[in-house]
């Protein structure tokens, strides 16, 4: 399954686990507020619509910080902004363990979500730009798979931080570990290179003083510009519904103690690191297009079966794996896709929009569920959300170009 990575160069290899190691940190940050959002409404006496409020204002912070660091990373370099986005979201992660009322922390997360909307735009190009065509598509699904492996850690630090600490300090412990992947920038700096392409453009750019956010809407990517960016809402919002209310919905509606929740989330974060390494051979043989729509109409089944029909705890704890094995298969392709749409000179402005302005129009599901909540249960809130986020996927991918085997050229600079 992983002979592609026996047949990359040794400074493919290097690009790859920086990569990896940035994602799935990322991840343990991000990860983190869905868990601990129980007691943070507790902590600060706030209702579901404020906590969702949270995970909102943090995706709508790090939708500007993707697409500005996306687009700064065409000038300064990918390896130059990976580090500053690495260091950004850990610092402001540490800092919000300390807030001492809602409309701190929730300041704090904003400006913590606008780097880690960087880091993917910036480390997914790199990456693109590093590896080979042929493999592209695994190599970079391989690398969204790091998102499990910090899931996972989030999920660890959860069960051991509420075991070890009351409630209301628990939470905190588990923000204040969030300083840890300021580590990687010591691994960044020594071992990965800018890509030789994204040099040369970097070159032509510096004539040209300043950030031109709007060149991806000219002529001849307006079309793409637009119908990725939809694509990107629709991916994220269905995400952005399971990873901030899962964990919740286990809890409050299911009445799974902390170690029983962490045991379901488990299988669903094994079956995401599945989906994301079987995705990447399915893009590469089988082209983006069919590939995504395949996956997200499976996920959207998985997801109405999981939260909209009567199950045990058992039937439950089965479909875990599915739902989190083709909800793993979209994010998973994005890297890739996104970053065939563009030109280098201007590959992560594009790719840093389509991934975040998705973000800014999901940035209201997890608000909207916390909402329909109150009107009806919490688990069929996340799946009306969750559906309607995943079919404009499926609409979306089918109207833009097939994008398989594209090689990147080094004079096209956009």
């Not at 840890?180 to 070159?203: C, D, G, N, S, T």
Request: aromatic share 14%; net charge positive; hydrophobic share 50%.
């Amino acid at each position: 399954m992983f002979n592609w990575y026996h047949e990359v160069t040794h400074e493919e290899r290097k690009t790859f686990w920086g990569c990896f190691g940035g994602w799935a940190l990322d991840a343990l940050d991000v990860q983190m507020l869905g868990l601990i959002i129980p007691a943070v409404i507790v902590a600060f006496g706030i209702t579901k619509t404020q906590a969702g409020l949270i995970s909102s204002v943090t995706l709508f912070s790090g939708a500007f910080g993707g697409w500005f660091l996306g687009a700064y990373s065409d000038r300064i370099g990918r390896v130059k902004a990976l580090q500053i986005t690495i260091l950004w979201f850990s610092i402001f992660t540490f800092l919000s363990a300390f807030a001492q009322n809602y409309w701190q922390f929730i300041v704090l997360k904003a400006i913590q979500g606008f780097g880690f909307g960087g880091e993917w735009a910036a480390g997914s190009v790199l990456l693109a730009e590093i590896i080979r065509s042929e493999h592209r598509g695994k190599a970079m699904s391989a690398t969204q798979s790091a998102w499990s492996v910090g899931w996972g850690a989030a999920v660890l630090l959860y069960a051991a931080s509420f075991s070890l600490f009351s409630p209301e300090i628990a939470w905190r412990v588990m923000l204040a570990v969030g300083l840890l992947p300021a580590l990687l920038i010591v691994y960044v700096r020594r071992h990965i290179k800018e890509p030789r392409m994204a040099e040369l453009a970097k070159e032509k750019l510096a004539k040209e003083p300043g950030i031109h956010l709007l060149d991806i809407f000219n002529r001849k990517t307006l079309r793409v510009t637009i119908i990725g960016g939809f694509m990107g809402m629709g991916a994220h919002g269905g995400y952005a519904v399971l990873s901030t209310w899962l964990a919740t919905f286990l809890k409050t509606e299911r009445h799974l103690s902390v170690l029983g929740t962490s045991g379901y989330l488990a299988v669903m974060i094994f079956a995401f690191w599945c989906g994301y390494i079987t995705v990447g051979y399915m893009l590469d043989k089988f082209g983006r297009r069919p590939t995504v729509t395949v996956y997200a109409v499976l996920c959207t089944a998985s997801v109405i079966v999981y939260t909209l029909i009567p199950l045990t705890n058992y039937e439950m704890l089965f479909m875990g794996f599915p739902l989190g094995f083709f909800a793993a298969g979209i994010p998973g392709s994005m890297g890739a896709l996104f970053s065939e749409l563009f030109p280098t000179g201007m590959r992560g402005n594009g790719v840093g929009f389509c991934y975040n302005f998705g973000r800014i129009l999901s940035a209201v599901f997890p608000a909207v569920v916390g909402y329909i909540a109150g009107l009806t249960s919490l688990g069929t809130s996340i799946g009306i959300m969750a559906v309607v986020g995943y079919g404009v996927v499926v609409l979306s991918v089918l109207a833009l170009p097939e994008t398989k085997g594209k090689k990147f050229e080094i004079e096209a600079l956009g």
